[in-house]
Protein backbone atom coordinates (compact mmCIF):
# COMPACT_ATOMS: atom_id res chain seq x y z
CA UNK A 1 0.00 0.00 0.00
CA UNK A 2 1.12 3.73 -0.96
CA UNK A 3 0.41 6.55 1.49
CA UNK A 4 0.16 9.95 0.48
CA UNK A 5 0.00 13.30 2.02
CA UNK A 6 0.83 16.82 1.90
CA UNK A 7 0.74 20.05 4.10
CA UNK A 8 1.20 23.45 3.37
CA UNK A 9 3.84 26.08 4.50
CA UNK A 10 1.42 28.75 4.75
CA UNK A 11 1.85 29.52 8.56
CA UNK A 12 2.93 28.08 11.92
CA UNK A 13 1.47 24.29 12.38
CA UNK A 14 -1.37 24.24 15.21
CA UNK A 15 -3.85 21.45 16.52
CA UNK A 16 -5.59 20.77 13.70
CA UNK A 17 -2.83 19.89 11.68
CA UNK A 18 -1.41 17.64 13.66
CA UNK A 19 -4.56 15.87 14.66
CA UNK A 20 -6.33 16.18 11.21
CA UNK A 21 -2.96 15.34 8.89
CA UNK A 22 0.14 15.01 10.87
CA UNK A 23 -0.74 12.23 13.52
CA UNK A 24 -3.05 9.85 11.47
CA UNK A 25 0.17 10.01 8.82
CA UNK A 26 2.72 9.45 11.14
CA UNK A 27 0.50 6.13 12.61
CA UNK A 28 -0.03 5.21 8.76
CA UNK A 29 4.19 4.65 8.03
CA UNK A 30 3.62 1.43 9.70
CA UNK A 31 0.90 -0.16 7.12
CA UNK A 32 2.92 1.00 3.90
CA UNK A 33 5.40 2.74 1.61
CA UNK A 34 4.41 6.74 2.54
CA UNK A 35 5.05 10.06 0.35
CA UNK A 36 4.67 13.27 2.46
CA UNK A 37 5.54 16.57 1.17
CA UNK A 38 6.08 20.28 1.96
CA UNK A 39 2.83 21.59 -0.65
CA UNK A 40 4.68 24.94 -1.21
CA UNK A 41 2.93 25.02 -4.92
CA UNK A 42 -0.31 24.95 -2.85
CA UNK A 43 0.70 27.91 -0.36
CA UNK A 44 0.81 30.39 -3.65
CA UNK A 45 -2.75 30.20 -3.91
CA UNK A 46 -2.80 32.55 -0.55
CA UNK A 47 0.82 33.45 0.31
CA UNK A 48 2.92 35.78 -1.68
CA UNK A 49 6.16 36.39 0.27
CA UNK A 50 8.83 34.11 -1.71
CA UNK A 51 10.68 35.20 2.31
CA UNK A 52 8.04 33.80 4.00
CA UNK A 53 7.33 30.48 2.23
CA UNK A 54 11.06 29.72 2.20
CA UNK A 55 10.55 30.30 6.08
CA UNK A 56 7.34 28.52 6.41
CA UNK A 57 8.95 25.48 4.52
CA UNK A 58 11.43 25.11 6.87
CA UNK A 59 9.44 25.11 9.93
CA UNK A 60 7.07 22.23 8.55
CA UNK A 61 9.78 20.21 8.10
CA UNK A 62 11.57 21.09 11.88
CA UNK A 63 7.36 20.67 13.14
CA UNK A 64 7.03 17.62 11.43
CA UNK A 65 10.14 15.45 12.24
CA UNK A 66 9.92 16.85 15.50
CA UNK A 67 6.27 14.95 15.65
CA UNK A 68 7.79 12.11 15.29
CA UNK A 69 8.10 11.47 10.84
CA UNK A 70 10.65 9.12 10.69
CA UNK A 71 12.59 10.16 7.37
CA UNK A 72 13.85 6.07 7.14
CA UNK A 73 10.54 4.87 6.81
CA UNK A 74 8.50 7.94 4.92
CA UNK A 75 9.86 9.77 1.91
CA UNK A 76 10.05 13.54 3.01
CA UNK A 77 10.35 16.30 0.38
CA UNK A 78 9.30 19.33 -0.87
CA UNK A 79 6.45 19.95 -3.67
CA UNK A 80 8.44 22.13 -6.13
CA UNK A 81 11.38 19.75 -5.55
CA UNK A 82 9.53 17.57 -7.82
CA UNK A 83 8.89 19.55 -11.08
CA UNK A 84 6.96 16.67 -13.00
CA UNK A 85 4.13 17.61 -10.75
CA UNK A 86 2.90 20.24 -12.70
CA UNK A 87 3.77 18.64 -16.21
CA UNK A 88 1.12 16.04 -14.70
CA UNK A 89 -1.11 19.25 -13.57
CA UNK A 90 -1.76 20.33 -16.90
CA UNK A 91 -2.22 17.19 -18.27
CA UNK A 92 -4.77 16.22 -15.89
CA UNK A 93 -6.03 19.88 -16.31
CA UNK A 94 -7.50 19.20 -20.34
CA UNK A 95 -9.92 16.33 -19.35
CA UNK A 96 -10.77 18.23 -15.70
CA UNK A 97 -15.20 19.41 -16.13
CA UNK A 98 -15.17 22.86 -15.36
CA UNK A 99 -18.66 21.93 -13.45
CA UNK A 100 -16.22 19.51 -11.15
CA UNK A 101 -14.25 22.33 -9.78
CA UNK A 102 -16.56 25.00 -9.90
CA UNK A 103 -18.91 22.60 -7.15
CA UNK A 104 -15.70 22.22 -4.57
CA UNK A 105 -16.55 23.90 -1.13
CA UNK A 106 -13.05 24.79 -0.34
CA UNK A 107 -13.02 27.05 -3.62
CA UNK A 108 -16.60 28.71 -2.12
CA UNK A 109 -15.44 28.86 1.31
CA UNK A 110 -11.92 30.68 0.97
CA UNK A 111 -13.63 33.54 -1.46
CA UNK A 112 -16.75 33.40 0.54
CA UNK A 113 -14.15 34.56 3.12
CA UNK A 114 -12.52 37.47 1.69
CA UNK A 115 -9.82 35.20 0.42
CA UNK A 116 -8.63 37.17 -3.60
CA UNK A 117 -9.69 34.04 -6.37
CA UNK A 118 -7.50 33.18 -8.74
CA UNK A 119 -6.76 30.58 -11.08
CA UNK A 120 -4.44 28.58 -8.35
CA UNK A 121 -7.23 28.89 -6.00
CA UNK A 122 -10.05 27.48 -8.63
CA UNK A 123 -7.61 24.81 -10.02
CA UNK A 124 -5.89 23.51 -6.56
CA UNK A 125 -7.96 19.97 -7.07
CA UNK A 126 -6.09 19.38 -10.15
CA UNK A 127 -2.94 20.20 -8.45
CA UNK A 128 -4.24 17.81 -5.51
CA UNK A 129 -5.07 15.07 -8.00
CA UNK A 130 -1.70 15.36 -9.78
CA UNK A 131 0.20 15.34 -6.16
CA UNK A 132 -1.51 12.11 -5.69
CA UNK A 133 -1.44 10.22 -9.03
CA UNK A 134 2.02 10.77 -9.57
CA UNK A 135 3.02 7.92 -6.89
CA UNK A 136 0.77 5.42 -7.88
CA UNK A 137 -0.84 6.41 -4.22
CA UNK A 138 -3.29 4.07 -3.13
CA UNK A 139 -4.49 5.58 0.33
CA UNK A 140 -4.87 9.45 1.13
CA UNK A 141 -5.33 10.75 4.61
CA UNK A 142 -7.10 13.73 4.62
CA UNK A 143 -9.23 15.72 7.05
CA UNK A 144 -13.36 15.43 6.46
CA UNK A 145 -12.89 19.24 4.83
CA UNK A 146 -10.35 17.54 2.13
CA UNK A 147 -11.99 14.51 1.44
CA UNK A 148 -14.21 15.95 -1.72
CA UNK A 149 -10.45 16.85 -3.41
CA UNK A 150 -9.63 12.97 -3.16
CA UNK A 151 -13.01 12.19 -4.65
CA UNK A 152 -12.11 14.84 -7.37
CA UNK A 153 -8.88 13.06 -7.66
CA UNK A 154 -10.86 9.82 -8.32
CA UNK A 155 -12.91 11.37 -10.78
CA UNK A 156 -10.46 13.07 -13.28
CA UNK A 157 -8.61 9.83 -12.69
CA UNK A 158 -11.35 7.56 -14.44
CA UNK A 159 -11.87 10.07 -16.85
CA UNK A 160 -8.12 9.86 -17.71
CA UNK A 161 -8.17 6.22 -17.83
CA UNK A 162 -11.29 6.08 -19.66
CA UNK A 163 -9.92 8.37 -22.13
CA UNK A 164 -6.18 6.97 -22.51
CA UNK A 165 -6.34 3.56 -21.08
CA UNK A 166 -5.13 1.82 -17.31
CA UNK A 167 -2.63 4.97 -16.58
CA UNK A 168 -3.50 5.56 -12.97
CA UNK A 169 -4.00 4.11 -9.53
CA UNK A 170 -7.97 4.58 -8.04
CA UNK A 171 -6.63 6.92 -4.34
CA UNK A 172 -8.77 6.16 -1.46
CA UNK A 173 -9.47 8.74 1.09
CA UNK A 174 -8.85 8.10 4.98
CA UNK A 175 -10.38 10.31 7.64
CA UNK A 176 -9.89 9.52 10.69
CA UNK A 177 -13.72 10.51 12.04
CA UNK A 178 -13.18 11.09 15.75
CA UNK A 179 -10.74 13.51 14.85
CA UNK A 180 -12.08 14.53 11.73
CA UNK A 181 -12.71 18.59 12.69
CA UNK A 182 -10.48 19.93 15.59
CA UNK A 183 -12.36 22.92 16.91
CA UNK A 184 -10.53 26.45 16.95
CA UNK A 185 -10.52 28.75 19.97
CA UNK A 186 -13.88 31.06 18.52
CA UNK A 187 -15.36 26.67 18.15
CA UNK A 188 -15.07 26.76 13.75
CA UNK A 189 -13.27 24.48 12.68
CA UNK A 190 -9.26 24.95 13.39
CA UNK A 191 -7.74 27.03 10.58
CA UNK A 192 -4.59 29.64 9.87
CA UNK A 193 -7.29 31.85 7.36
CA UNK A 194 -9.79 31.97 10.47
CA UNK A 195 -6.94 33.27 13.21
CA UNK A 196 -8.31 30.25 15.45
CA UNK A 197 -5.49 28.26 15.61
CA UNK A 198 -3.18 26.77 18.91
CA UNK A 199 0.37 26.12 18.05
CA UNK A 200 2.01 23.04 17.89
CA UNK A 201 5.13 25.10 19.27
CA UNK A 202 4.43 28.38 20.20
CA UNK A 203 5.69 30.28 22.63
CA UNK A 204 4.02 29.37 26.14
CA UNK A 205 3.26 32.76 27.47
CA UNK A 206 1.21 33.54 23.86
CA UNK A 207 -0.48 29.77 23.49
CA UNK A 208 -1.40 29.99 27.42
CA UNK A 209 -3.22 33.89 26.63
CA UNK A 210 -4.90 32.07 23.85
CA UNK A 211 -6.14 28.86 25.36
CA UNK A 212 -7.64 31.24 28.80
CA UNK A 213 -8.80 33.67 25.88
CA UNK A 214 -11.44 31.23 24.66
CA UNK A 215 -15.08 32.09 24.97
CA UNK A 216 -17.25 30.30 27.12
CA UNK A 217 -20.90 31.32 27.91
CA UNK A 218 -22.02 33.15 31.42
CA UNK A 219 -23.11 29.63 33.50
CA UNK A 220 -22.15 29.96 37.00
CA UNK A 221 -19.50 27.59 38.00
CA UNK A 222 -21.95 25.13 40.33
CA UNK A 223 -24.80 25.22 37.41
CA UNK A 224 -23.90 21.41 36.02
CA UNK A 225 -23.80 21.44 32.26
CA UNK A 226 -25.55 18.49 30.60
CA UNK A 227 -23.38 19.82 27.32
CA UNK A 228 -19.88 19.25 28.66
CA UNK A 229 -19.06 17.18 25.42
CA UNK A 230 -20.13 20.55 23.11
CA UNK A 231 -17.61 22.40 25.29
CA UNK A 232 -14.60 23.44 22.82
CA UNK A 233 -11.99 23.17 26.12
CA UNK A 234 -13.56 19.68 26.86
CA UNK A 235 -13.36 18.74 22.58
CA UNK A 236 -9.49 19.90 22.88
CA UNK A 237 -8.77 18.15 26.36
CA UNK A 238 -9.83 14.59 24.49
CA UNK A 239 -7.34 15.48 22.17
CA UNK A 240 -4.20 16.40 24.19
CA UNK A 241 -5.08 14.74 27.61
CA UNK A 242 -4.49 11.16 28.56
CA UNK A 243 -8.40 9.17 28.53
CA UNK A 244 -8.88 9.32 31.91
CA UNK A 245 -8.07 12.67 32.27
CA UNK A 246 -10.27 14.12 29.82
CA UNK A 247 -13.08 11.98 31.44
CA UNK A 248 -12.35 13.38 34.56
CA UNK A 249 -13.17 17.05 33.76
CA UNK A 250 -15.86 16.34 31.48
CA UNK A 251 -17.36 14.56 34.55
CA UNK A 252 -17.01 17.93 36.72
CA UNK A 253 -18.06 20.19 34.53
CA UNK A 254 -21.21 17.88 33.70
CA UNK A 255 -21.90 17.63 37.72
CA UNK A 256 -21.29 21.43 38.15
CA UNK A 257 -18.49 22.84 40.58
CA UNK A 258 -15.68 23.31 38.02
CA UNK A 259 -15.11 26.56 37.07
CA UNK A 260 -14.22 27.82 33.59
CA UNK A 261 -10.76 29.02 34.26
CA UNK A 262 -9.74 25.61 35.93
CA UNK A 263 -10.83 24.32 33.07
CA UNK A 264 -9.13 26.05 30.35
CA UNK A 265 -5.85 25.97 32.80
CA UNK A 266 -6.29 22.42 32.62
CA UNK A 267 -6.52 22.40 28.93
CA UNK A 268 -3.10 24.42 28.95
CA UNK A 269 -1.33 21.77 30.88
CA UNK A 270 -2.22 18.81 29.39
CA UNK A 271 -1.65 20.38 25.78
CA UNK A 272 2.09 22.00 27.04
CA UNK A 273 2.61 18.36 28.52
CA UNK A 274 1.40 16.39 25.35
CA UNK A 275 3.97 18.31 23.24
CA UNK A 276 6.95 18.31 25.95
CA UNK A 277 8.80 15.95 24.02
CA UNK A 278 8.67 17.62 20.49
CA UNK A 279 9.31 20.76 21.58
CA UNK A 280 13.17 18.74 22.97
CA UNK A 281 13.24 17.15 19.50
CA UNK A 282 12.91 20.18 17.23
CA UNK A 283 15.00 22.19 19.17
CA UNK A 284 17.66 19.61 18.19
CA UNK A 285 16.85 19.84 14.73
CA UNK A 286 16.91 23.78 14.47
CA UNK A 287 20.26 23.56 15.45
CA UNK A 288 21.42 21.00 12.74
CA UNK A 289 19.38 22.75 9.72
CA UNK A 290 22.13 20.67 7.35
CA UNK A 291 20.74 17.60 8.31
CA UNK A 292 17.06 18.63 8.04
CA UNK A 293 17.95 19.82 4.38
CA UNK A 294 19.28 16.86 3.40
CA UNK A 295 16.29 14.59 4.48
CA UNK A 296 14.18 16.55 2.27
CA UNK A 297 16.93 16.00 -0.62
CA UNK A 298 17.06 12.50 -0.21
CA UNK A 299 13.30 12.22 -0.11
CA UNK A 300 13.01 14.40 -3.19
CA UNK A 301 15.25 12.22 -5.22
CA UNK A 302 12.98 9.21 -4.54
CA UNK A 303 10.06 10.76 -4.97
CA UNK A 304 11.47 11.61 -8.24
CA UNK A 305 12.32 8.17 -9.41
CA UNK A 306 8.70 7.05 -9.11
CA UNK A 307 7.02 10.41 -10.26
CA UNK A 308 9.42 10.31 -13.70
CA UNK A 309 8.12 7.09 -14.13
CA UNK A 310 4.47 7.45 -13.42
CA UNK A 311 4.99 10.70 -15.63
CA UNK A 312 6.11 8.81 -18.94
CA UNK A 313 3.56 6.60 -18.51
CA UNK A 314 0.84 9.00 -18.17
CA UNK A 315 3.01 10.89 -21.18
CA UNK A 316 2.64 7.61 -23.58
CA UNK A 317 -1.08 6.73 -22.86
CA UNK A 318 -1.72 9.95 -24.45
CA UNK A 319 0.75 10.54 -27.29
CA UNK A 320 3.43 12.72 -25.76
CA UNK A 321 6.35 10.92 -25.78
Not at 10 to 20: D, E, K, P, T
Request: with cysteine.
Amino acid sequence: MRILSGIQPSGSLHLGNFFGMMKPSIELTAQGEAYYFIANYHSMTSLFDAGQRRSNSLEVALDFLACGLDPKVAVFFKQSDVPEVTELTWMLSTLTPMGLLERCHSYKDKTARGISPNHGLFAYPVLMAADILLYDSNVVPVGRDQKQHVEVTRDIAIKFNEQYGQVFVIPEPRIRDDVAVVPGTDGQKMSKSYGNTIELFGEEKAIRKKIMGIVMDSRSPAEPKPDADQNIAIQLLKLVAPEAVAKDFEDRLRAGGLGYGDLKKGLFENYWECFSAARVKRAELAANLDYVTEILSKGAERARGVAAEVLQRAKRACGLD
